[in-house]
């Protein structure tokens, strides 16, 4: 069986998690980010990407209404955006605390040397 359509998603909801061809596999829970699925729920065949062995899928949530397809994806886009920038400063704070670290480094073997040589 091969489900394409969302009408039947609350029906979906509660349908067997096991595809059985080629032989036995629990589904596994995917996220759509397509423009048309922005963000949409569906339980997919393991072997759906496997040489295309396997084409089942159902879907879990309901149909994005238009305004959540426009949305989502620009929420999501925002989200993505400020993640990278995240870790960017998280990189940077990374590089300052070693680089503070070295520096007080430095100034304990110039204070020892100093006060061993005066
Ligand atoms: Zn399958």
């Known amino acids: 069986m091969e489900s394409s359509s969302s009408s039947s998603a609350s029906l979906n909801r509660r349908a067997s998690r ?14 759509s980010w397509t423009e048309n699925n922005p963000r949409k729920r569906f339980y997919r065949c393991p072997n759906y990407w496997v040489g295309r062995k396997c084409k089942y899928f159902q879907w879990v949530d309901d149909e994005i209404c238009p305004r959540g397809k426009v949305l989502i994806p620009e929420q999501r886009h925002i989200i993505l955006r400020l993640q990278a920038e995240d870790s960017t400063c998280k990189k940077r704070e990374k590089c300052l605390a070693m680089s503070l670290i070295l520096a007080l480094l430095m100034c304990g073997i110039c204070l020892c040397i100093i006060l061993v040589f005066w």
Request: aromatic share 8%.
């Open 18 to 31: 096991t595809c059985y061809r080629p032989s036995p596999s629990k589904l596994v829970l995917v996220v």
